[in-house]
């Protein structure tokens, strides 16, 4: 949890091979703040899901979006509520209708109703491998569907909201607004969300992290006194229970946010008996026209590449003099190429070339992109296609197009989550390592 609470909820879920932002309900200079303290650059975020269109949950989206193009997940109505929020001119939404499934890179999302004052509030089950996690906050009361969406999950994000005496004694809040609180399209308190708890214990359920606590009508101290005795009497003692807050990006606060990256994973590693990611701090990416002097370093993640048998059609290594006229005949006002530099080491380069040489194509660019293997999971491959998308156009170019073998599925969902669509297939047209192999056709338009 990089937030949770009534001044602004957003949280992340990685796997080793995904990052998913849920809500942007911090401002977006605190969500880089904490993401890069988990040890992930914003460029790295495979889509951010919103659960609703309440301020706490979108205020940040405006300033984060504009800056990094974060693909939006939503359902439409949150998307017709939010765009008011500065978002009118986002280009990249990726609309699904409440109660459906839909993966990002290798991370099952399912969706599902909750009951809450929203225009179409929304909770998530996630599932990578053998693991799941459970995402509900900001709802009135469990509804069953929701209880059944959630029996397979090993971790469960859960709102305490308040506890119901401090609510009702409040002095601040007016008996309409408690009332708000306390209905079925309000909020959990305490009491409620042990009850939905308990519900799934038969389950596989083995933590749970306590979120979205009022700041004036609950402490953590009093949300866990209220989860942890029932759990205890329902013999489940072992049952790990952690609380986030939003003031600061807390130790607590922190552990919350590994323990969502655990939960779909096999486990933490640990360094001095402190939890931390494998993951390596995140490097600015400069995005900038290739000179002769990195064709060395271009050749060799091309090499590696055809090494793989499953990014290119090449299937002979290549030398540097040898791509040496391929280089030249690129410049950067036409066909140009580009290199990611991290700290002046190449760690991906995206090359332009002709579509098709008759007039009509003229405007419509295919497009290649090889990422380092060193560099991989670093954001490079997706910072390489928003630079094209936003470049495009100054270059004359309206529609992009990338050719991958059906079984990449790795550059394939990088395409898919940059706003590619799949525009055709050609079946069994490559033979690599004597293997039929299909070629995918991506595509968007700029």
Known sequence: ???????????????SHCHILIDGGLSARQIVVRLEQCGVAPEQLDGLLLTHEHGDHVCGLEVLCRKFAIPIYCNSQTAEAIRCFGL???KNWRIFRTGGEFTICDVLVQSFPVPHDAVEPVGYAFHAGNRGLGFITDLGFPTKMLIERLREVHTLVIETN???KLLQSDPHRPWPVK??????HGHLSNAAAASVIEQ????KIERVVLGHLSRDCNTPELAISAVR??????GRADLEIFCAITRRFSTDVRKCALLLQWSMTAGLLKESGEHRWSQTAATKIRIRDATEADLPAIVEIHNAAIASGSSTAQLDPVTVEGRREWFRAHSPAQYPIWVAD??????GWLSFREFLPRCAYRGTVELSVYVSEQFRRRGVGRKLLQEAIARGPQLGMHSLVGLIFGHNEPSIALFRVAGFERWGLLPGVARVNQSPRNLTIFGRHV
């Open 1 to 15: 949890m990089l937030g949770s609470g009534s001044a602004g909820n957003s949280a992340l879920v990685s796997t």
């Open 88 to 90: 009118g001119e986002h």
């Open 162 to 164: 308040h506890d119901e």
């Open 179 to 184: 009332q708000r609180i306390m209905s079925r």
């Open 200 to 203: 799934l214990l038969p389950g």
């Open 229 to 234: 005795p029932q759990m205890e009497r329902a």
């Open 342 to 347: 991290l700290d002046s080491a190449i760690g």
